[in-house]
Nanobody, 124 residues
Framework: QVQVLESGGGLVQTGASLRLSCTTSERSFDRYAMGWFRQAPGKEQELVAAINWSGGSTYVATFVKGRFAVSRDNAKNTLYLQMNSLEPEDTAIYYC?????????????????WGQGTQVTVST
């Protein structure tokens, strides 16, 4: 069983930045694509960003494009989500997930292992 662990969430004010990090327990971290999802209270889970195995191909959702960026450091077995210009609408639990393939996947069903999530709260 692969363990996925997110960190970096917190309470910030509108306009602030946060960087989320995610690590997995497997040695083959660099063989798989990864993704960031979020779920706000009363809303469905949505894909925020995804990245292929090497970091050479990324996807960022339209609703955060220009503010959020996804990256990875395979030498450190770590995935990142840089979040800038945060808005109250970004308040959610953010989940890191490991895909079943090495290419970018845009649907949750394509991700096998999930973290417990990290809370991001943006105040006005």
């Amino acid at each position: 069983q692969v363990q996925v662990l997110e960190s970096g969430g917190g309470l910030v004010q509108t306009g602030a930045s946060l960087r989320l990090s995610c690590t997995t327990s497997e040695r083959s971290f660099d063989r798989y694509a990864m993704g960031w999802f979020r779920q706000a209270p009363g809303k469905e889970q949505e894909l925020v960003a995804a990245i292929n195995w090497s970091g050479g191909s990324t996807y960022v959702a339209t609703f955060v494009k220009g503010r959020f960026a996804v990256s990875r450091d395979n030498a450190k077995n770590t995935l990142y989500l840089q979040m800038n210009s945060l808005e109250p609408e970004d308040t959610a639990i953010y989940y890191c997930a490991r895909a079943d393939a090495n290419y970018v996947i845009l649907v949750a069903a394509g991700y096998r292992y999930w973290g417990q999530g990290t809370q991001v709260t943006v105040s006005t």
